[in-house]
């Protein structure tokens, strides 16, 4: 079963806007999530980690929610760019095995159009 | 500071030949490594993750094996491929579990064309 859920597939934005992603996870606790920008044939780069006991984090013009009740991330990106553009992948690292297990979600394309 | 080498960048190989990608990772002891797979436009499917020395363990079912001989050293490796076994091979690493910074860190990657 999918662990793990990003549910756009794209996201067409303009310049100066806030784009949303959104991610949603299955019933694993403590569960903590990671976000990561991949652009084309390159791998991931590491954004932004929110732990279950957390409700908010912020990076520069990143900011990532977490709702466990809802079992959902949401991560915006604000004052977006161009250079913004790129594949926004959900990460899910159950902390509740003895392994450190890492499930990705599909990815959100984002595209910050002028 | 930690990196990770990822080779080869590209590849091609005729089925039924047989494959081995290697990773390793300097500057960081007894890291998690990891190999995962995505199909174009897809996400990142999770096939191998170690923990230790010959610690392996498979998330699905393929035509896939993995080895970790050294402690930052990852093999991927199969005896007969097929084309379904195309994609974008990626290692990462991220620290052990019982560390608060658990982020992955992802090689070049190695795109695999079977023909």
């Known amino acids: 079963s999918q662990k793990i859920e990003q549910n756009s597939e794209a996201l067409n934005i303009q310049e100066g806007k806030t784009a949303t992603l959104t991610c949603n996870y299955t019933?694993?606790?403590?569960?903590?999530l990671q976000w990561y920008r991949q652009d084309p044939g390159r791998g991931p780069v590491f954004l932004l980690l929110?732990?279950?006991?957390?409700k908010e984090k912020r990076k520069e013009r990143l900011k990532v929610t977490f709702d466990t009740t809802l079992k959902q991330s949401l991560f915006h990106i604000t004052a977006s760019q161009p250079a913004d553009s790129a594949t926004y992948l959900c990460?899910?690292?159950?902390?509740?095995?003895?392994?450190?297990?890492?499930?990705f979600g599909r990815g959100t394309q984002l595209t910050v159009w002028p | 500071s930690q990196t990770i080498h990822q080779w080869p960048a590209t590849l091609v190989q005729p089925v039924g030949s047989p494959l081995s990608l290697e990773c390793t990772v300097e500057?960081?002891?007894?890291?998690?490594l990891y190999w995962y797979r995505q199909a174009a436009g897809r996400g990142l499917q999770l096939l191998f993750y170690?923990?230790?020395?010959?610690?392996i363990s498979s998330e699905v079912p393929q035509n896939l094996s993995a080895s970790r001989p050294q402690d930052r050293q990852f093999i991927l490796s199969s005896k007969k491929l097929l084309l379904s076994d195309s994609g974008f091979y990626l290692c990462?690493?991220?620290?052990?579990?019982?560390?608060?910074?658990?982020?992955?860190?992802f090689g070049q990657g190695t795109r695999l064309t079977v023909v």
């Open positions: 170690s923990v230790g020395i010959g610690q």
């Open positions: 500057g960081t002891s007894n890291p998690n």
């Open positions: 019933n694993y606790s403590p569960a903590y």
């Open positions: 929110i732990r279950e006991n957390e």
């Open positions: 990460a899910l690292e159950d902390r509740g095995s003895t392994l450190g297990r890492l499930y």
């Open positions: 990462a690493w991220s620290r052990n579990r019982g560390t608060q910074n658990t982020e992955a860190f």
